[in-house]
């Protein structure tokens, strides 16, 4: 009998997905989910953990109006995504003209120069280079982690912090994701204001940096004073070789993106407006994520 | 007891379609992209003449893969009716082209990434988010799929990589032109976009 009344339990829990909110994330640790197609093309990615997650549903997308019930030509778009969400540019003139700037910069200076490293330092060195300049942002995830009470995500990446440090030999290898499995936890002071509540105040494009906002440049400033180098005295660095160290960062990690900007313009009607959507939507999921 | 577990049969048969309908827009998604793979890796197709070809094939799986009516009206949402049935049409061509040119040419030259399928979030009763990542090199860029059931198949009228929804990155920029030009005009700069001006 106790039986039966388990088996009953499962049956209703399966037929009453609402019950199964708990979203069980599939970490990449879990090596049955990983599929390398090119090895096994046909393998079925064991799915173990799909979850219908209606506990996600927003009261405006349950009251989304389904579309193929309207008539053709009276398209009424969805409740919740009628908008997508925007950002002020009172300074749109002004912004173009850095825009351009940066667009001039990136294929007549960044480009030729990345290209030419390319060249002359392999990939597996760059790999390496763009690991060591990548563990210095480490302090700044820390304590944004922590800023945001993301207590897990603070305490690997100070695990990182000091593995990759010691047995990655100053970072230049990601042991920690190798060897422990423990993965980056993406986090930076503008997302930390956004997880407040901050908003990004009005849209900027910054000379070198691009999109931005006022929140965002606020952010870029105090991520800066998280990094490590910012510490250094200037009898050991001058002011000049830290801008030179932070050129060869973006040399370096552009070395891995050449092509990605080109994509992203020849895709786009209004490369502008298109980057500062892109913009708005990207820093929106970062501030979201750092709410779960 | 025989009818307690008569009862049970039935909940349990109930119970089994709906777990196999969980996994089908993934295995919709999954299938598709895998076929992309085949034809991006296929060692006949490797030298650059046969780059056409490849091109062809994944425009081919594109077509059965989106459903681009869908897409396209989510794109203009309140401006879809501002159109006449036929310049919908055209810009539907169009917005396919566009989309062909721009995405199904470019990922030609990628062959070496790794795509994890992870899981399904569902939308709405119609639609679902199929979350998959791309493993690059020095980044893990997330790409999700929102899918919508049509005739019995999943297909994607959206695609979202690292946040950013393609659907509303274009029609931010579409509303721009259609906040002071007709409809025509915005055809106009698509033909003009994929050289059929």
Same mark, same amino acid.
């Given at each position: 009998m106790k039986f039966a009344?388990?088996?009953? *339990?499962?049956?209703? *829990?399966?037929?009453?997905?609402?019950?199964?909110?708990?979203?069980?994330?599939?970490?990449?640790?879990? #090596?049955?989910?990983v599929t390398d197609a090119a090895l096994v093309p046909e393998a079925q990615a064991p799915i173990d953990e799909i979850v219908i997650a209606q506990a996600e549903k927003s009261s405006d997308e349950q009251? #989304?109006?389904?579309?193929?019930?309207?008539?053709? !030509?009276?398209y009424v778009p969805e409740e919740g995504e009628a908008d997508a969400p925007q950002i002020a540019d009172p300074l749109d003139p002004v912004n173009r003209v850095v825009y351009h700037f940066n667009d001039k910069l990136y294929f007549w200076g960044v480009k030729p120069v990345t290209q030419v490293y390319s060249h002359i330092v392999p990939e597996d060195f760059r790999f390496a280079i763009a690991n060591v300049y990548d563990n210095l942002w480490a302090p700044s995830r820390i304590i944004n982690n922590l800023l945001q009470l993301r207590l897990k995500a603070? $305490?690997?990446?100070?695990?990182?912090?000091?593995?990759?440090?010691?047995?990655?030999?100053?970072?230049?290898?990601?042991?920690?994701?190798?060897?422990?499995?423990?993965?980056?936890?993406?986090?930076?002071?503008?997302?930390?204001?956004?997880?407040?509540? *901050?908003?990004?105040?009005?849209?900027?494009?910054?000379?070198?940096? $691009?999109?931005?906002?006022?929140?965002? $440049?606020? !952010?870029?400033?105090?991520?800066?004073?998280?990094?490590? *180098?910012?510490?250094?005295?200037?009898?050991?660095?001058?002011?000049?070789?830290?801008?030179?160290?932070?050129?060869?960062? /973006?040399?370096?990690?552009?070395?891995?993106?050449? $092509?990605?900007?080109?994509?992203?313009?020849? #895709?786009?009607?209004?490369?502008?407006? #298109?980057?500062?959507?892109?913009?708005?939507?990207?820093?929106? /999921?970062?501030?979201?994520?750092?709410?779960? | 007891m025989k009818k307690r577990l008569a009862i049970i049969t039935v909940i349990l048969c109930l119970a089994f379609p709906l777990a196999a309908f969980a996994g089908a827009a993934l295995d919709a998604v999954k299938g598709n992209v895998d076929k992309v793979l085949d034809v991006l890796r296929d060692p006949?197709?490797?030298s650059e003449s046969s780059k056409q070809i490849k091109k062809n094939k994944i425009r081919a799986i594109g077509d059965n893969m989106f459903d681009f009516t869908e897409l396209s009206k989510r794109t203009l949402a309140v401006n879809w009716s501002k159109f006449t049935p036929e310049q919908q049409k055209e810009f539907i061509s169009l917005y396919k082209d566009l989309l062909a040119d721009t995405y199904a040419d470019k990922i030609v030259a990628y062959t070496d990434e790794k795509i994890v399928f992870t899981k399904e979030v569902s939308l709405t009763e119609k639609t679902i988010e199929v979350q998959s990542t791309v493993i690059r090199k020095t980044q893990e860029v997330p790409i999700y799929y929102r899918v919508i059931k049509e005739n019995g198949s999943w297909l994607v009228y959206d695609v979202v990589i690292e946040g950013v929804s393609l659907v509303n990155n274009y029609r931010t920029q579409f509303r721009e032109i259609l906040s002071n030009k007709p409809p025509t005009s915005l055809i106009e700069t698509l033909k003009k976009k994929v050289g059929r001006a």
């Amino acid at each position: 009998m106790k039986f039966a009344h388990s088996l009953i *339990l499962i049956s209703v *829990l399966m037929l009453c997905p609402d019950v199964l909110k708990a979203e069980t994330p599939v970490t990449s640790a879990d #090596a049955s989910a990983v599929t390398d197609a090119a090895l096994v093309p046909e393998a079925q990615a064991p799915i173990d953990e799909i979850v219908i997650a209606q506990a996600e549903k927003s009261s405006d997308e349950q009251k #989304a109006t389904p579309v193929t019930e309207q008539a053709e !030509g009276e398209y009424v778009p969805e409740e919740g995504e009628a908008d997508a969400p925007q950002i002020a540019d009172p300074l749109d003139p002004v912004n173009r003209v850095v825009y351009h700037f940066n667009d001039k910069l990136y294929f007549w200076g960044v480009k030729p120069v990345t290209q030419v490293y390319s060249h002359i330092v392999p990939e597996d060195f760059r790999f390496a280079i763009a690991n060591v300049y990548d563990n210095l942002w480490a302090p700044s995830r820390i304590i944004n982690n922590l800023l945001q009470l993301r207590l897990k995500a603070a $305490g690997n990446e100070l695990i990182r912090f000091v593995f990759n440090s010691f047995a990655g030999i100053g970072g230049m290898g990601d042991m920690a994701n190798e060897a422990l499995g423990i993965k980056k936890q993406e986090a930076d002071f503008g997302q930390t204001l956004g997880h407040y509540g *901050l908003g990004h105040g009005i849209y900027l494009v910054l000379p070198v940096y $691009g999109p931005s906002s006022i929140r965002e $440049g606020i !952010g870029l400033v105090g991520d800066q004073l998280m990094h490590p *180098l910012t510490y250094v005295k200037s009898a050991d660095l001058t002011f000049g070789q830290k801008v030179g160290i932070s050129a060869h960062e /973006k040399v370096n990690d552009t070395s891995f993106k050449i $092509g990605d900007y080109e994509s992203f313009k020849d #895709a786009a009607i209004d490369p502008y407006v #298109a980057m500062r959507d892109a913009f708005v939507q990207n820093r929106l /999921k970062k501030v979201e994520e750092s709410k779960k | 007891m025989k009818k307690r577990l008569a009862i049970i049969t039935v909940i349990l048969c109930l119970a089994f379609p709906l777990a196999a309908f969980a996994g089908a827009a993934l295995d919709a998604v999954k299938g598709n992209v895998d076929k992309v793979l085949d034809v991006l890796r296929d060692p006949s197709l490797k030298s650059e003449s046969s780059k056409q070809i490849k091109k062809n094939k994944i425009r081919a799986i594109g077509d059965n893969m989106f459903d681009f009516t869908e897409l396209s009206k989510r794109t203009l949402a309140v401006n879809w009716s501002k159109f006449t049935p036929e310049q919908q049409k055209e810009f539907i061509s169009l917005y396919k082209d566009l989309l062909a040119d721009t995405y199904a040419d470019k990922i030609v030259a990628y062959t070496d990434e790794k795509i994890v399928f992870t899981k399904e979030v569902s939308l709405t009763e119609k639609t679902i988010e199929v979350q998959s990542t791309v493993i690059r090199k020095t980044q893990e860029v997330p790409i999700y799929y929102r899918v919508i059931k049509e005739n019995g198949s999943w297909l994607v009228y959206d695609v979202v990589i690292e946040g950013v929804s393609l659907v509303n990155n274009y029609r931010t920029q579409f509303r721009e032109i259609l906040s002071n030009k007709p409809p025509t005009s915005l055809i106009e700069t698509l033909k003009k976009k994929v050289g059929r001006a």
